[in-house]
């Protein structure tokens, strides 16, 4: 009888060595690229993917599938937009908007399943990528598990009824109520799942203005305590910063580029921002550089529409500018058109002029340490011209690498002298550059180089 009983326990030890081992080789299977980490941000590109409208299946598995040619573009972080179940309920269009979440811890069966998320990351992390997963925190949708379950989860009127974000016209959505400590715990919770079921990276998150500033700083404290996190604010507040986000929106850089993309503003304005910058925002904090995503594209129109001529200028500047350069799904593609918000369609998927000239870009930002933008980003220092209206000089420079921006944002050819001095590389031509005080340079319309010390 003992020998049966010792037979027993033994093989119940075996069986629960051989289930661990299997639950580490899962958990192995899901992190096979070291944790984010600020060096790891410095040089860094972003990617936008919107599933849906990224192939004509809208699939994980067919995104998934192309993770491996985003390594051509140096992409080295891979935003996802929500991933959830939608809520049918007070819906807009036929699909309703991705940030109408009914259940934060489910699979929009639309796209998929829990098994192509997981594969999904995986693909990213043995391609060198992050992943981070895009987290509706200010709202929900009307279908809510927490509607039926916890209404006092919820922002309500006089009446006592539940509503949608006042001064929004956000009615597809129910607003969270932040004052609700249990409420807060359970968003916490339901953050934590994707990082230690999936692996996931960090978040993006939605209108992050919005929802308190102590909600973000204990939040990620606690999600540090499960790994290192990266947190991309939709949010331009430097409190944001403080404890919470490693970077945010840089509207406001974009909103020059556009104007000045149209003839509304000019280099000044551009200065103007970049001197605001300094006054606002500490030196570790980071801004998103971006000619466009999926709010622009859908509700303010194209690149090409936005900026014109100007559209591939534009697109080196926010590669040149401090700050971490932004690709949305289809820009890759010469996208020119809006894509519908709350219906399927479909981006497309031949390589024109914009894909070479990512590569391009991509290589320089991932390797050339002046183009650093994170936590210890490389030094600007404006350059003066002639004409400072319409040249745009600058140079970016650290540990000894150095390059040199120079383009003439406006519409009109434009003869000027820099105060620069000596020989540089062109960066695309390859060609020696020589800077003179004494010989001006005549630069067509748009017209840009990125010079290599």
Known sequence: MKNLLFIIILAVLVSCKSENKKEQSNINNLTTIKPVSDEALENAVIYEVNIRQYSPEGTFQKFTEDIPQLKELGVKIIWVMPIYPISTTKSKGSLGSY?????????????????DVKNLVNTAHENGMYVILDWVTNHTGWDHVWLKSHPEYYTKNEKGEITHTVGTDWTD??????????????????????????????????????????????????????????????????????????????????????????????????????????????KDDILMNFVTNHDENSWSGTVKERMGDASEVMLALSYCAPGMPLIYSGQEYDMNKRLLFFEKDTIPKTKGKVWP?????????????????????????????????????????????????????????????????????????NEKFLFSKEKPLTFKPWQYKILID
């Open 173 to 282: 959505v129910a607003d969270l109520n932040y004052d609700n400590q249990e409420m807060r715990a359970e968003m916490l919770e339901d953050m934590k799942y994707w990082l230690t079921e999936v692996s996931v990276d960090g978040f993006r998150c939605d209108v992050a203005g919005m929802v308190p500033v102590d909600f973000w700083e204990n939040t990620v404290v606690e999600l540090k305590k499960i790994k290192p996190v990266f947190m991309l604010a939709e949010g331009w507040e430097p409190n944001l910063f403080e404890n919470g986000f490693d970077m945010g929106y840089s509207w406001d850089t974009h909103h020059r580029m556009n104007a000045i993309a149209q003839g509304k503003e000019t280099v000044k304005n551009w200065d103007e921002r970049m001197a605001q910058i300094d006054t606002l925002y500490k």
């Open 357 to 429: 000239l990512l590569v391009k870009l991509g290589e320089l930002k991932n390797n050339n340490k002046a183009l650093s933008g994170g936590k210890n980003a490389a030094l600007y220092t404006k350059i003066p011209s002639s004409d400072d209206e319409n040249i745009l000089i600058f140079s970016r420079e650290k540990d000894g690498d150095k390059i040199t921006f120079m383009a003439n944002l406006s519409n009109k050819e434009v003869t000027f002298t820099s105060e620069n001095e000596g020989e540089s590389i062109d960066f695309f031509s």
């Open 99 to 115: 940030y109408a979440v009914s259940d934060y811890t489910k699979v929009n069966p639309e796209f998929g399943n829990l098994e």
